[in-house]
C-alpha cells in the first residue's frame, strides 16, 4: 500500500464510497418512489369507487323517488277514482323515462274494490307503445309473495327498496324492480312497482378505466355479476365466489360479507400476478362497486427507475474516477514543482526564479509560503553581508567617538551642580500643590453621596414604571380579548342569521306548493263536475284542498313579514356591534397600546438615569481614589527630590566610571571588525546574483 502512487491510493479511497452511496441512493428512491406510487393509485381507486358508487346511487334515487311519488299519489286517491285514472300518469312516466320498463299498482285483498282479491294492472313498455295487462292479478301469479311485495309491506310510508337484479331471458337485458307501499293512513294497502333496466348503470361501469390494467366490475349483494368484462357470465347470473375463471373469486366471499359504506382494500393471487382490488357498497342496495388493478402496472414504473438509476450510477462512477484522476494528476504535478524548487534551495543557490503558482487551494498556498521563504531568506542573506562591511566601517568610527564621549563627561559633571539647586526649589512647591489636592478630595466626597441618592431615586422610579407598564399591557391584552371575542360572536351570530333567508327560501317552496295544491285542487273541482253526482264528494274534497292552500298562502305571506322585521332587527343590531367594535379597535386598544408605550419609556428613562448615576458615583469614586494617589505621588515626588540630590553626587561618580568604560569600548571595536571579516566569509557561500 505505501509504494502505491498518490492517484491509485485516491482511487481505491473514493470510488467504494461513491459506490456505496450511489447504492444506497437507489434503493432509498426506489423504495419512496413505489411507495408513493402505490398510494397515489391506491387514492385514484378509492376516488373512483366512491365516486361511481354514488353515480349509481343517484341513477337509482331517481327511479326510487318516482315510485315514492306514484305511492303517494294512488294512496290520496285510490277511493275517489277508477283504476284507468292511473293510465295517463303512469304511462308518461313509463314514456318518458328510457330506463324505466314498466310499472304495476299491486293492491291488498279487497282494499281497491270489496269483490276483488287481486288488483293488480300492469303497464310495460311494447316498442313505442305502453301496454297495460291484467295478466299478473291472479291467484297463479300470487303478487302477494313476490320479494318486491314483501319488501314494500316491511317499508315505512315515504320510502322505497330496490331487489337484486336479475337477467331477463326474453329482453337480453338485466333488470330490478323498486317498490314503496301504499298506505291509508297508517294501514298498508298494498305497493306501486318500477321495473328498470341496467344498462345505463351498466354502460357507466364499463367506462371505468385506470390505466392499463384497471377495470371495473359491479355485483349484487349476494355477488351475482351485475357487469363484468365477460358478459356471458352475467347472462349466466354467475356468482363472484363460484366463478371457476377468475382470479378474483378467492376475494368473492370477503367482499360479499366485508363490503362497506367506506371503500376497502384488498388483494387477490393470479399465476400471473397480484391484483389489487378496491370496493365498497352502493348506498342502499349493497351491490358492490370493485375496482381491479395488476399490482405489476403499479410497479413497472420502479423498475424502470431503477434501471436508470443503477446505469446513472455506473456513469457517475466512470466519470468520478476519470475526474479525480486528473486532479490528482494536477496535484502531483505541482508537488513535484515544490519538491524541486526546495532541493535547489537546501543547497545554498538562491539565483534560481520562484514557483509559478496558478492554484488557490492548500497547494497553492504551500507554493506561495515557499515563495515567500525564498524571498525573505534571500534579503536576510543579502543584508548580513552587507551589513558585515559596514560592521567593519563602523567599528572605526566607535573609536573617535569614544574619544568624544570623554570630553563629554567633563560638561555632565559641571551640570549635575545646577541640578541639585532645581531640586531644593521643587520640594518648596510641592507642599503647595498637597494642600490644594486634600480640598478637592473633600468635593469628590460630597458629590459621591449626593450621587448614590440620585441613584436610589431611580431605582424607585424604575419599579413604579414597570407597575403601571404590567398594568397597562394587561388592560391592553383584556381590550383585545374582548374585542375578539366580541368579533368571534358576531361572525357566529351572522352564520346564524342565515337560517332566516333560509326560512324565506322555505317559504317561497310552501307557497309554490300552495299554488300548486290550489290548481289540483281546480283540475279536481272541474273532473268532480264532470263526473256528476259521482263526483260531489271529490268536490267537497277539492273544496278543502283549495281552503287549505289559500290559509297557506296566508301564513307564508305572514312568514315573508316576520322574516323582513328579524332580518331588519339584526341589521341594526349587526351594525351597532360593528360601530363598537370599531371603537375598541381603533380607539380603545390603540389608546392602551400608547399608554404601554409611555410606560415603557417612562421605565427606560428612569433606567437610563439610574445608569448615569452610577456612573456618575463611579467616577466620584475614581477621581477620589485618583486624588489619592495624587497626594501619594506628591509626597513621593517630595522625597524623590531629597533623594535625587544625594543620587547627584552618586552620578558624579558614576560618570567617572563611565570614562573608564569608553576606554574599554575602543578595545572592543577592534575585536567587532574581526567578527565582520568573518561573517564575509560565510555569506560568500550562498548563490544571490
Known sequence: MKKLSLRVKMLMCILPVMAAAMIVLTYVASSLLSTNLQAANTDSMYQNVNANATAIDTKLEIVRTTTVNIAEMVSTSYRFVEMDNYRGTITKIISDNDSVLGSGIWFEPNAFDPAEKYMGPYWYKDGSEIVETWDYSNAGYDYFNEEYYTNAKALQKGQASITDPYYDETSGLVMSSCSAPIYDGDKFVGCVTVDMKLEDVQNMVSNIKIGKTGKAILLASDGTYIYTEDLDKVSGSVKMQEDPNSALAAMGTEIVQKASDSPLMGAAFDPNGTILLTYKNVPQVNWKMIIAMDLDEIEEPVDLAIRMLVVLAIASLLIGAIIIWIFVLSISKSINSVKTFAGLLANGDFTVDKIVNKRGDELGQMSESLNNMFESNRDVISRISDGSEQVSETSSGLASMANE???????????????????????????????????????????????????????????????????????????????????????????????????????????????????????????????????????????????????????????????????????????????????????????????????????????????????????????????????????????????????????NDSVMAASDVVTNVNDMTTKQEDIANTLGEIVGKFKLK
Open 405 to 651: 564621549l570623554s570630553d563629554q563627561f567633563g560638561s555632565i559633571r559641571e551640570n549635575i551642580s545646577g541640578v541639585n539647586d532645581a531640586m531644593m526649589a521643587s520640594g518648596a512647591a510641592t507642599e503647595e500643590v498637597n494642600a490644594s489636592v486634600e480640598e478637592v478630595n473633600a468635593s469628590v466626597q460630597q458629590l459621591a453621596s449626593e450621587t448614590e441618592a440620585s441613584s436610589s431615586e431611580a431605582a424607585d422610579i424604575k419599579e413604579r414604571a414597570k407597575e403601571i407598564e404590567k398594568k397597562s399591557h394587561d388592560a391592553y391584552e383584556n381590550a383585545l380579548s374582548i374585542a375578539e371575542q366580541r368579533q368571534a360572536d358576531l361572525e357566529d351570530a351572522n352564520e346564524k342569521a342565515k337560517v332566516v333567508d333560509q326560512i324565506g327560501s322555505l317559504a317561497d317552496t310552501i307557497a309554490e306548493i300552495a299554488d300548486q295544491i290550489n290548481l289540483l285542487s281546480l283540475n279536481a273541482s272541474i273532473e268532480a263536475a264532470r263526473a256528476g253526482d259521482a263526483g260531489k264528494g271529490f268536490a267537497v274534497v277539492a273544496s278543502e284542498i283549495n281552503k287549505l292552500a289559500s290559509g297557506t298562502s296566508e301564513a307564508v305571506e305572514q312568514i315573508r313579514d316576520t322574516i323582513e322585521g328579524v332580518q331588519e332587527a339584526f341589521g341594526t343590531l349587526s351594525g351597532a356591534s360593528d360601530e363598537l367594535l370599531g371603537f375598541i379597535k381603533e380607539t380603545a386598544i390603540p389608546d392602551y397600546d400608547n399608554f404601554v408605550n409611555v410606560a415603557k419609556q417612562y421605565g427606560s428613562d428612569a433606567d437610563s438615569f439610574g445608569v448615569s448615576s452610577e456612573k456618575i458615583a463611579g467616577m466620584a469614586e475614581n477621581i477620589r481614589s485618583a486624588m489619592d494617589e495624587v497626594s501619594k505621588a506628591i509626597q513621593n515626588i517630595a522625597e524623590s527630590t531629597q533623594d535625587t540630590a544625594d543620587l547627584s553626587s552618586r552620578v
